[in-house]
């Protein structure tokens, strides 16, 4: 059963940083190319980021370019989003999936059962 376990958000000021972590489980990380989407209430999945299997390449929103970097520990099966320059537009709820870019904004919550799926989410609100 794949498992997308995601941490780090919380509260902080404009201009602020956060590190979100996601620990997966339930089948070969290494291998998947693995992608961070968001959320804000009313609105669909926007894509964030995508990363490769092996780390080296990586594509980011324009929205956040400059600003976000992504990274993974195959070894310890876990996936970043480094967030500086907090604004107050990224405030969402923050997911990671096991999916491509092109099908990030469609995947469903890992609570159904399936090959590839998003984690339950890890909420970043930035407010002064």
């Known amino acids: 059963e794949v498992q997308l376990v995601e941490s780090g958000g919380g509260l902080v000021q404009p201009g602020g940083s956060l590190r979100l972590s996601c620990v997966a489980s339930g089948f070969p990380f290494s291998k998947y190319t693995m992608s961070w989407v968001r959320q804000t209430p009313g609105k669909g999945l926007e894509w964030v980021s995508t990363?490769?299997?092996?780390?080296?390449?990586?594509t980011y929103a324009d929205s956040v370019k400059g600003r976000f970097t992504a990274s993974r520990d195959n070894a310890k099966n876990t996936l970043y989003l480094q967030l500086n320059s907090l604004k107050t537009e990224d405030a969402a709820m923050y997911y990671c999936?096991?999916?491509?870019?092109?099908?990030?904004?469609?995947?469903?919550?890992?609570?159904?059962?399936?090959?590839?799926?998003r984690g339950q989410g890890t909420q970043v609100t930035v407010s002064s």
């Open positions: 990363i490769n299997s092996g780390g080296d390449t990586t």
């Open positions: 999936a096991n999916v491509y870019r092109g099908s990030s904004t469609a995947v469903e919550s890992c609570t159904v059962p399936s090959t590839y799926c």
